[in-house]
């Protein structure tokens, strides 16, 4: 029990950046142990920026408590293998690519958290949404990196077009760049999540519908017996809208290709009027002296963080 108290404490303290869970039932982690005064804690992080800014933080916070941390991947699916295999999985668990449905497999080596203090500081809302059908709750929404749209604001100003505020002025921006031979909107197609979270934000407004409602209760509660799929009314939608987004955009053969540096490179060269990217890289490029401006966010991308 002084474990558990301790690994909420430490979760509580670092929930400000994170999601969280703890572990129990059937151990598979490595566990805390006591040496030498300190109690030891493994704690795999799924970026490396963590290990620069996240580490140094916690250790100066928790002087009796002995960290090690690993790099480790951005996936549950890396969790799910090292089960597969019969290895240990870490006292903590970073990650931001999740889903209630996708960490299943994990619930039995994760405590539940339903009951204790740090689950008490969220909205019931947010607590339905990651509650299993058994009433635990081992994973809670955090605060997320938003995505959104980066402008170039010094293009905009030497071309005398007006920042967009809203989806129609945004695509005649970018037809007024392209017809000065200046790329009007860019992002890093290569990855995954540009292309989901693109999706996420064209289904906005038929996920709130009636319909999208039902599908995504649906979605949420599926079993192994009854899966949920794409259906035909809400997502041939959405595809449509997407399909648009890319005419809309200019997109290019080849543009599938594209990653990070190949988006940046351009725009921060003035090649590119606008490019998809965080809310946290926004700031950083005005307090390096960067002219930007952000509008349209898209999607936040929850971390998560699960303890054991």
């Given at each position: 029990?002084?474990?558990?108290?301790?690994?909420?404490l430490?979760?509580?303290?670092?929930?400000?950046?994170?999601?969280?869970?703890?572990?129990?039932g059937?151990?598979?982690?490595?566990?805390?142990k006591?040496?030498?005064g300190?109690?030891?804690?493994?704690?795999?992080?799924?970026?490396?920026?963590?290990?620069?800014e996240l580490?140094?933080?916690l250790?100066?916070?928790?002087?009796?408590?002995?960290f090690?941390?690993?790099?480790s991947?951005?996936?549950?699916?890396?969790?799910?293998?090292?089960?597969?295999?019969?290895?240990e999985?870490?006292?903590?668990?970073?990650?931001?690519?999740?889903?209630?449905?996708?960490?299943?497999?994990?619930?039995?080596?994760?405590?539940d958290?339903?009951?204790?203090?740090v689950a008490?500081?969220?909205y019931?809302?947010?607590?339905?949404?990651?509650?299993?059908?058994?009433?635990?709750?081992?994973?809670?929404?955090?605060?997320?990196?938003?995505?959104?749209?980066m402008a170039?604001?010094?293009?905009?100003?030497?071309?005398?077009?007006?920042?967009?505020?809203?989806?129609?002025?945004?695509?005649?921006?970018?037809?007024?760049?392209?017809?000065?031979?200046?790329?009007?909107?860019?992002?890093?197609?290569?990855?995954?999540?540009?292309?989901?979270?693109?999706?996420?934000?064209?289904?906005?407004?038929?996920?709130?519908?009636?319909?999208?409602?039902?599908?995504?209760?649906?979605?949420?509660?599926?079993?192994?017996e009854?899966?949920?799929?794409?259906?035909?009314?809400?997502?041939?939608?959405?595809?449509?809208k997407?399909?648009?987004?890319?005419k809309?955009?200019?997109?290019?053969?080849?543009?599938?290709?594209?990653?990070?540096?190949?988006?940046?490179?351009?725009?921060?060269?003035?090649k590119?009027a606008?490019?998809?990217?965080?809310?946290?890289?926004?700031?950083?490029?005005?307090?390096?002296?960067?002219?930007?401006?952000?509008?349209?966010?898209?999607?936040?991308?929850?971390?998560r963080?699960?303890?054991?």
């Amino acid at each position: 029990m002084k474990k558990k108290r301790l690994i909420s404490l430490l979760l509580a303290v670092v929930m400000t950046a994170a999601m969280l869970t703890g572990c129990g039932g059937q151990q598979q982690s490595t566990g805390s142990k006591k040496t030498e005064g300190k109690i030891q804690i493994s704690m795999y992080l799924w970026d490396r920026s963590m290990l620069k800014e996240l580490s140094p933080w916690l250790e100066e916070k928790f002087p009796e408590i002995e960290f090690t941390f690993i790099q480790s991947f951005n996936t549950i699916e890396y969790y799910k293998d090292l089960l597969s295999r019969g290895e240990e999985i870490p006292d903590i668990i970073t990650c931001r690519r999740f889903s209630l449905n996708d960490a299943a497999p994990l619930a039995e080596h994760l405590m539940d958290l339903s009951s204790t203090e740090v689950a008490g500081t969220f909205y019931s809302s947010y607590l339905e949404v990651n509650r299993e059908t058994n009433g635990a709750i081992r994973w809670l929404p955090m605060c997320a990196e938003v995505d959104c749209t980066m402008a170039n604001k010094d293009l905009f100003d030497q071309y005398g077009i007006p920042l967009p505020t809203n989806y129609a002025e945004f695509v005649a921006a970018i037809d007024a760049f392209e017809a000065v031979g200046i790329k009007g909107y860019q992002t890093d197609w290569d990855y995954d999540y540009t292309c989901l979270e693109t999706m996420q934000g064209c289904a906005i407004p038929e996920l709130m519908s009636l319909e999208g409602t039902q599908w995504r209760m649906a979605y949420e509660s599926e079993t192994e017996e009854e899966p949920v799929g794409l259906d035909d009314v809400v997502w041939p939608k959405v595809f449509e809208k997407y399909e648009q987004f890319l005419k809309d955009v200019r997109f290019e053969q080849g543009d599938e290709e594209l990653m990070f540096s190949k988006t940046m490179e351009p725009y921060y060269e003035g090649k590119t009027a606008m490019i998809r990217n965080t809310a946290a890289l926004v700031t950083k490029s005005r307090m390096s002296g960067g002219s930007t401006a952000s509008s349209f966010p898209i999607s936040g991308r929850p971390a998560r963080i699960t303890g054991c």
